[in-house]
C-alpha cells in the first residue's frame, strides 16, 4: 500500500522566514494534494499537482512535484502568522485520498 | 456555491445512542468519502461510495454504515456509539475523473 511521510513534524519560524515542507510516498504519485488545516477545522484546498515537474503557486505559497513523481514540496517565502497551522499532503489513489502524517507549523512574530 | 455540507458540526452523545451524520453536495459528484482523524494516527477512510447504490468498506469500517440513495447525500450511520468513535469527521467528493476532492467542514462527536 502507498505511504506518504512528510517531513518536518513541526516547524516552528519567525515572522518573515521562509520554510519548505517535504511529502515523500514510497510510490508513484498520480496526484498530489496539498491541503491546509487549522486545529480541529476543515481542511483548505492549497494546490494539485499531476505532472513530473510540475509547479504551482498561490500568493506566497510554491509547491513542486520533482520528475520522478514520489515527491512533493510545500514553500512558504517570507511567512506570516496567518500561514501558521497543520499542512497535510494528500495521494490520490483510485478510492481515496492517502494522507501524510501533517506537519504543524507555527509562525512567531 | 460549491460545497460539502455536513451536520451537525459538534455533537456530544452518550454509548448506544444511535444518530446519523449527514453530508450533502450540490456538485453532482459522483464519488463521496467519510473519513475520521484522530490525534497520532492522522486521517483514515472509513467508508465511500463511487455513485448512487455503490458503497465499499475503507480503512476503518468498523462500527459504521453508510448508504446512497441519492447522488447528493451520503449519511454516516453509528447504530450503537462508542467511546473509540469519538472523533473528527470529515466528508469529501470528488468527480468521477478523480479531479480535486472537496472537503466539508468537519464534524466533531463526542461519545460519553
Known amino acids: 500500500s502507498q505511504e506518504l511521510e512528510q517531513s518536518p513534524q513541526s516547524l516552528i519560524v519567525q515572522e518573515g522566514k521562509n520554510l519548505t515542507i517535504n511529502c515523500t510516498s514510497s510510490?508513484?504519485?498520480?496526484?498530489l494534494y496539498w491541503y491546509k488545516q487549522k486545529y480541529g477545522e476543515g481542511l483548505i484546498f492549497l494546490m494539485m499537482?499531476?505532472?513530473?515537474?510540475e509547479e504551482k503557486s498561490h500568493e506566497k505559497i510554491t509547491a513542486k512535484l520533482d520528475e520522478k513523481k514520489q515527491q512533493s514540496s510545500l514553500h512558504i517565502t517570507a511567512s506570516q502568522p496567518s500561514h501558521a497551522g497543520i499542512y497535510l499532503c494528500g495521494a490520490d489513489t483510485a478510492d481515496k485520498l492517502i494522507f501524510g502524517t501533517g506537519t504543524r507549523l507555527q509562525v512567531f512574530p | 456555491e460549491a460545497q460539502v455540507t455536513q451536520n451537525p458540526r459538534y455533537l456530544i452523545t452518550v454509548t448506544g445512542k444511535k444518530l446519523t451524520v449527514t453530508c450533502s453536495q450540490n456538485?453532482?459528484?459522483?464519488?463521496m468519502s467519510w473519513y475520521r482523524q484522530d490525534p497520532g494516527l492522522g486521517l483514515r477512510q472509513i467508508y465511500y461510495s463511487m455513485n448512487v447504490e455503490v458503497t465499499d468498506k475503507g480503512d476503518v469500517p468498523e462500527g459504521y454504515k453508510v448508504s446512497r440513495k441519492e447522488k447528493r447525500n451520503f449519511p454516516l450511520i453509528l447504530e450503537s456509539p462508542s467511546p473509540n468513535q469519538t472523533s473528527l469527521y470529515f466528508c469529501?467528493?470528488?468527480?468521477?475523473?478523480?479531479?480535486?476532492?472537496?472537503f466539508g467542514s468537519g464534524t466533531r462527536l463526542t461519545v460519553v
Open positions: 499537482l499531476q505532472k513530473g515537474g
Open positions: 510510490k508513484t504519485l498520480y496526484g
Open positions: 456538485m453532482n459528484h459522483e464519488y
Open positions: 469529501a467528493s470528488r468527480t468521477g475523473g478523480g479531479y480535486g476532492y472537496t
